[in-house]
């Protein structure tokens, strides 16, 4: 099923095509939130194909190492606040591999993390005609097995083995040449095919390159106004994209352990963050977890240009690192995009409602209602019940099921019309307050 923006009803596939705007006056079951994907430049682990990754599983047999180690910062940093990582391995890299006698040991994976493994041959104890062979990474054994000689060995998480005949004892004979390797452009195209199928909420692009930026900008677009799939992508230093699909991030953050990040490393949890946001939630003033100062600083005056200007950034409060404003890139203003929609809190709660609605028209109405009356008001109660739900837990305010919703025949037999008022509810960002003193 696809979906996203309607000028015409011209459309050809089956689908739910939903245009949000604003009035000309100001405006101001849910499905579940909390996923982010990312594709990283790694060290280990399978590469060109989607990895999920919770937030408590257990990163090393995956992706080579622990979820503490300075590698996999990125991927630590994302779920901090993200329920559920999509995890791109962009580079195959080399294999790294080590010859012992006729027996030959390859990495499972390319990267730098094989030169970190070894292998160890030694006589059995019990029986002195067979073999213990042990892998080894960081000295740290991870898998042994018994046999006769290099036919019997079997393969494991860590290594493959070739080779024929008997086996060489060795101490421990580490493997070598396993090297990252570049990525070019082609490798993010083949991961936009590869997350286009999955749900998810927000991209995480942790890169500097222009270039890469302005094709991950062109995607969110065709996902969210094409597909009907609305996402966000968060890249860093990146204003010009002017577009609600689009988060940048200006600043980085001092860890309370000295560990500086960049505004691409912070990339990481400001995505896992804007996933991981309710629809009533905004970040504003959030803490970034475990931060205690931001880097760069800015003056006041910068600040308020950085934020003019579309900026997501950070500033320092009393011995933390706080979000000074959840808003995304939106800059140009129409009547159909006022400047509510350059509130992340506000577009998650328009983009959840049209992911409800997209969910629930495939799942429970295409191809098994028909499109008359009944059918229609039958879908009408759905539309009803997932925004009282909104309303319930104060995403939006002020909905009137018997005025602000209509769902009507289209032009075609087999077309529905869905037209709805919603008004979210914003955060209180700004007090003015006049003190008098009598």
């Not at 390319?110 to 006589?123: F, L």
């Not at 090297?179 to 997350?195: F, S």
């Amino acid at each position: 099923m696809t979906g996203g923006n309607w000028t015409v009803q011209n459309k050809t596939r089956p689908g739910v095509y939903i245009n949000f705007k604003s009035e000309r006056q100001a405006i101001g079951t849910i499905g579940e939130r909390g996923i982010v994907s990312m594709p990283l430049h790694l060290g280990w682990g399978p590469a060109k194909q989607i990895i999920e990754i919770e937030g408590s599983s257990d990163t090393f047999d995956v992706l080579g190492y622990a979820i503490t180690a300075p590698q996999l910062l990125l991927v630590r940093e994302a779920l901090k606040r993200a329920r559920t990582l999509l995890l791109y391995r962009l580079n195959a890299g080399t294999k790294a591999s080590a010859a012992i006698g006729d027996l030959t040991v390859t990495a499972k994976h390319g990267g730098v993390r094989g030169n970190d493994i070894k292998i160890v041959v030694e006589h059995n104890i019990a029986n002195n005609t067979k073999y213990d062979v042990k892998t080894l990474v960081d000295n740290v054994e991870v898998h042994s097995q018994t046999v006769s000689g290099i036919d019997d060995l079997v393969d494991n998480g860590w290594v493959t083995f070739s080779g024929s005949g008997d086996l060489t004892v060795t101490a421990g004979t580490a493997l070598s040449g396993g090297a990252n390797g570049t990525v070019t452009a082609q490798d993010y195209l083949d991961y936009m095919a590869a997350i286009e199928v999955h749900d998810f909420q927000t991209i995480g692009l942790t890169v500097t390159d222009e270039m890469t930026k302005e094709v991950f900008v062109s995607f969110a677009k065709r996902l969210r106004d094409e597909e009907g799939k609305k996402i966000q992508v968060v890249m860093e230093n990146y204003p010009t994209a002017s577009y609600e699909g689009v988060i940048s991030v200006k600043n980085g953050v001092v860890l309370a352990d000295g560990t500086t990040l960049t505004a691409a490393q912070a990339v990481a949890w400001v995505a896992g963050a804007t996933a991981g946001a309710a629809a009533n939630e905004s970040l504003t003033y959030t803490e970034y977890d475990g931060a205690v100062d931001v880097s760069p600083k800015y003056t006041n005056s910068q600040i308020v240009s950085a934020l003019q200007e579309g900026e997501f950034l950070f500033t320092a409060s009393n011995g933390r690192a706080v979000v000074e404003q959840d808003i995304n890139t939106l800059t140009t203003f129409t009547p159909e995009k006022n400047q509510s929609f350059r509130k992340n809190r506000v577009l998650r709660v328009l983009d959840q409602l049209a992911n409800d609605y997209k969910r629930v028209f495939s799942e429970s109405y295409i191809g098994k209602v028909p499109n008359d009356d009944d059918g229609r008001n039958l879908f009408k109660g759905e539309c009803i019940n997932i925004t009282n739900q909104y309303q319930n837990m104060n995403a939006i305010q002020n909905f009137d099921s018997q005025t602000d919703i209509e769902v009507l025949p289209g032009t075609d037999s087999d077309a529905i019309v869905v037209n709805q008022w919603v008004q979210p509810v914003d955060s209180i960002e700004k007090i003015y307050m006049t003190v008098t003193v009598r």
